[in-house]
């Protein structure tokens, strides 16, 4: 719930929306919680593993992201009933210095990783300035942000990096090669204020098609393409057959920008960490072999440069905040904004609101499992 809190402060991803739904489909935040745990406890996986995937999932959903929220849910439990993911794994250090760290997630739950690599890196950086770990053999840990706002507890900036499973065709290719690939970085501005960029290297998450087949609406132009290279809205087809497009779209609206930053996440990740990269990772939602994906965490104690760096940062944000927008129903938004107005919609309404065809999937699954379904307000 500490990190909840904490991201209740500006956070961003492009293309956050608020979900529409029918009906009260209003679930409380604590509800939520309990019913993750019960479905990751239910699968074997221990108390304090359960929670810290539980509070990842949940802060992605309070914030609008439903792609990497319940929606996730299944595949989780799924990975570790099978044994694909090890549910009770701890991560260990392979190799450290004064301010980096190789660690080996030893196949564990996402954020069971991603929690022990970033307090690594803060740890690093308060005593050199600096903290830099990369780690192999891990799993999807969620919300990118989830792991930089921790820096920012600690007044730090934080920087964290994933490679995924190759969901992308690089400009040009027909077939992925790159995965969504997501960076994130937070820094702390005054009053409890920050910037936190949080997005996938390609136009949008895998996440975001599925709820468009979930909802069965046509996806946007220039998020995905079908089997043969052309751009496509068609969501089924995007997601069974097709590929994302890099951030950027086609190649004529700079799609390779996106693909250059998806390399770049690569690079940081699996190629640096020793981990599995590129096209040698495992399919998306295959389950034949582990993941092994690569991770970066990165801290960074700005009191170790210039000082005064939390009033800069503020006054940036707030002269952007304050510019004269085009259309005056659409004011500027600093990195944050659209999250924090969805954040304040759940408060407001004591819960999360969420699409018809969520609270089915959640149903089936607390079915099958044996676990008390949702509860609405």
């Known amino acids: 719930m500490e990190m ?19 009906g009260s489909n209003i679930i409380p935040v604590t509800e939520v919680t309990r019913f993750t745990v019960d479905c990751l406890r239910a699968s074997q996986v221990p108390l304090s593993h359960a929670q810290m995937l539980a509070d990842v999932l949940v802060a992605a959903d309070y914030r609008g992201h439903y792609s990497h929220g319940m ?16 549910g009770s794994a701890e991560p260990i250090i392979v ?19 991603g929690n022990f690599c970033m307090q690594l890196a803060i740890k690093k950086a308060k005593e050199t300035g600096v903290g830099w770990v990369a780690a192999k053999g891990s799993n999807h840990y969620g919300i990118a942000s989830w792991y930089s706002l921790q820096a920012v507890e600690q007044g730090m900036i934080g920087l964290s990096f994933t490679n995924t499973s190759p969901l992308m065709s690089p400009t040009r290719a027909k077939v992925p090669a790159l995965g969504t690939n997501p960076l994130t970085l937070a820094a702390p501005g005054k009053d409890g204020d920050s910037f936190v960029l949080d997005m996938a290297t390609t136009a949008v998450a895998l996440g975001k098609l599925e709820v468009q087949r979930r909802k069965n609406e046509p996806l946007p132009s220039g998020w995905a393409q079908d089997e043969t290279g052309v751009e496509t809205t068609n969501a089924a087809r995007a997601v069974t057959r097709g590929t994302l497009l890099p951030l950027g779209g086609t190649e004529i609206s700079s799609g390779y920008k996106g693909f ?39 801290a960074v104690n700005p009191e170790a440069f210039g000082p005064g760096f939390p009033d800069r ?15 005056p129903s659409l004011p500027v938004l600093v990195a944050g904004d659209p999250e924090r107005m969805c954040m304040a919609l759940n408060d407001k ?29």
Request: aromatic share 6%; with cysteine.
């Open 260 to 298: 250059g930053l998806s390399f770049l996440v690569e690079l940081l990740c699996g190629v640096l960490a020793g981990a599995t990269y590129g096209p040698h990772i495992r399919r998306w939602m295959t389950t034949d072999r582990a993941a092994d994906l690569g991770q970066c965490f990165i």
């Open 95 to 113: 190799k450290s210095t004064s301010a980096t760290a190789l660690v080996d997630g030893k196949n564990a739950i996402g954020p069971v990783v």
């Open 4 to 22: 909840l809190r904490l991201l209740s402060k500006p956070v961003f991803r492009h293309g956050a929306r608020f979900m529409s739904t029918s």
């Open 313 to 327: 940062l503020q006054d940036l944000m707030n002269y952007i905040r304050n510019m004269e927008p085009s259309d």
């Open 71 to 86: 929606n996730r849910l299944e595949m989780y439990v799924n990975d570790v009933k099978t044994g694909i993911c090890d």
């Open 349 to 377: 309404q004591g819960g999360i609101k969420y699409h018809d065809s969520q609270l089915i999937a959640c149903k089936a699954l607390a079915n099958t499992l044996n676990v008390i379904p949702l509860r609405p307000l």
